[in-house]
């Protein structure tokens, strides 16, 4: 009788991992998905200048803009822009709302968590910038002073964990942010070096400066977890695209260097 009960169960239990073995789903391939539409759906930020803005024309341009554009090309589907901001730009791909993300999105371990990255193919520099004469030399320097920075940027992060004394000000996007620094609405911000450019570039009379790096981070294209046709596909791509330059060349055209 034991060993009658042993062998049914062993027998339920076979079926049951047999069962739950064929009702598992297929796995995804994005990779596949993409090519078979034709297009990507590629998360941009075009009000974080200069990875992306838009132009005189009216036309979405910048570093972040034309690597997008040039990994469609490569791909050989059409490019569907989808226009994110900062906090929206991980949840836009847990929702599918897009394939991928290239938006001057700093790979953190946080972000690691939720998201794949690929290989960085830019690196990206969190900094402190105010007035030239003020003496800020570290976050001990910021306490009680206000800061202004992007909301869900890892500048945010970086700022708000590590300068507890300051009063944090969050602006929804960089463009909002450069906004209130030309208007003397923010003195002191944390945020990248092209945004500090970006603010002297439209107020050159503007008294700020660079006032210490808070952390390099590289910058890579985030993609949902599980994809790892897409994610060896984009790994690749960033590789020769490197190695022949043109990455390095769409930053330089951007940012100088």
Same mark, same amino acid.
């Given at each position: 009788?034991?060993?009658?009960?042993?062998?049914?169960?062993?027998?339920? #239990?076979?079926?049951?991992?047999?069962?739950?073995?064929?009702?598992?789903?297929?796995?995804?391939? @994005?990779?596949? +998905?993409?090519?078979?539409?034709?297009?990507?759906?590629?998360?941009? +930020? $075009?009000?974080?200048?200069?990875?992306?803005?838009?132009?005189?024309?009216?036309?979405?341009?910048?570093?972040?803009?034309? !690597?997008?554009?040039? #990994?469609?090309? &490569?791909?050989?589907?059409?490019?569907?822009?989808?226009?994110? !901001?900062?906090?929206?730009?991980?949840?836009?791909?847990?929702?599918?709302?897009?394939?991928?993300?290239?938006?001057?999105?700093?790979?953190?371990?946080?972000?690691?968590?939720?998201?794949?990255?690929?290989?960085? %193919?830019?690196?990206? /520099?969190?900094?402190?910038?105010?007035?030239?004469?003020?003496?800020?030399?570290?976050? &001990?320097?910021?306490?009680?002073?206000?800061?202004?920075?992007?909301?869900?940027?890892?500048?945010?992060?970086?700022?708000?964990?590590?300068?507890?004394?300051? /009063?944090?000000?969050? %602006?929804?996007?960089?463009?909002?942010?450069? $906004?209130?620094?030309?208007?003397?609405?923010?003195?002191?911000?944390? !945020?990248?070096?092209?945004?500090?450019?970006?603010? @002297?570039?439209?107020?050159?009379?503007?008294?700020?400066?660079?006032?210490?790096?808070?952390? !390099?981070?590289?910058?890579?294209?985030?993609?949902?977890?599980?994809?790892?046709?897409?994610?060896?596909?984009?790994? +690749?791509?960033?590789?020769?695209? $490197?190695?022949?330059?043109?990455?390095?060349?769409? %930053?330089?055209? %951007?940012?100088?260097?």
């Amino acid at each position: 009788m034991k060993a009658r009960r042993s062998l049914l169960l062993h027998t339920l #239990l076979a079926s049951a991992a047999l069962l739950a073995l064929c009702q598992a789903p297929a796995h995804a391939d @994005l990779l596949k +998905d993409i090519r078979e539409a034709k297009k990507i759906r590629i998360a941009q +930020d $075009t009000g974080s200048p200069p990875y992306g803005f838009v132009d005189d024309a009216l036309k979405p341009v910048g570093s972040d803009v034309e !690597t997008a554009q040039l #990994l469609a090309q &490569d791909l050989g589907v059409a490019l569907e822009m989808v226009q994110t !901001t900062s906090p929206n730009r991980i949840p836009f791909l847990q929702t599918g709302k897009a394939d991928i993300v290239i938006a001057s999105l700093s790979v953190t371990p946080e972000r690691e968590k939720v998201i794949d990255f690929s290989v960085p %193919y830019a690196q990206i /520099q969190a900094v402190v910038a105010g007035p030239k004469g003020a003496d800020i030399k570290g976050f &001990d320097d910021l306490n009680g002073k206000r800061v202004a920075t992007t909301r869900g940027s890892n500048n945010d992060k970086v700022a708000t964990q590590a300068a507890k004394g300051a /009063q944090m000000v969050r %602006y929804d996007d960089d463009a909002t942010l450069v $906004t209130a620094t030309v208007s003397g609405q923010a003195d002191i911000i944390a !945020t990248s070096p092209a945004i500090v450019n970006t603010v @002297l570039a439209k107020a050159p009379q503007k008294d700020l400066a660079i006032k210490f790096v808070m952390q !390099t981070v590289p910058l890579g294209i985030g993609l949902r977890k599980n994809e790892p046709e897409l994610k060896a596909w984009l790994n +690749d791509w960033i590789k020769r695209n $490197t190695d022949n330059g043109k990455l390095g060349a769409i %930053y330089k055209k %951007y940012h100088g260097g």
